[in-house]
């Protein structure tokens, strides 16, 4: 099974930058999509992005431009690198991971999650 754990979150103020990391174990972590989503206390978790297994990227559209998600598959762990962050992106951060290498923006698609960190933005 596989397993991920997240670490970087925290609170920032709006216009300051944050960089998460989720550190995943697994045989076949380098083939594996990988992704994150934030969630909203009572919300469905969202896409926020995600990077297949050719280093492909995908965003949502309001974090393009300041998120960037990367991996190091040496390390087993994925980055998401937030800038500019904004109010609205204070959510929980979970990281996921698919046993397919192709990036879906459905959270029931993901296989696998981490327990989740906090990101708080304020005004």
């Known amino acids: 099974q596989v397993q991920l754990v997240e670490s970087g979150g925290g609170a920032v103020q709006a216009g300051g930058s944050l960089s998460l990391s989720c550190v995943a174990s697994g045989r076949y972590f380098n083939i594996r999509a990988m992704g994150w989503f934030r969630q909203v206390s009572g919300n469905q978790r969202e896409f926020v992005a995600g990077i297949n297994s050719g280093l492909g990227t995908y965003y949502k559209d309001s974090v393009l431009g300041r998120f960037t998600i990367s991996r190091d598959n040496a390390k087993n762990t994925v980055y998401l690198q937030m800038s500019n962050l904004k109010p609205e992106d204070t959510a929980v951060y979970h990281c996921?991971?698919?046993?397919?290498?192709?990036?879906?923006?459905?959270?029931?698609?993901?296989?696998?999650w981490g327990q989740g960190t906090q990101v708080t933005v304020s005004s």
């Open positions: 996921a991971a698919r046993n397919p290498g192709s990036v879906e923006q459905f959270a029931h698609a993901w296989d696998y």
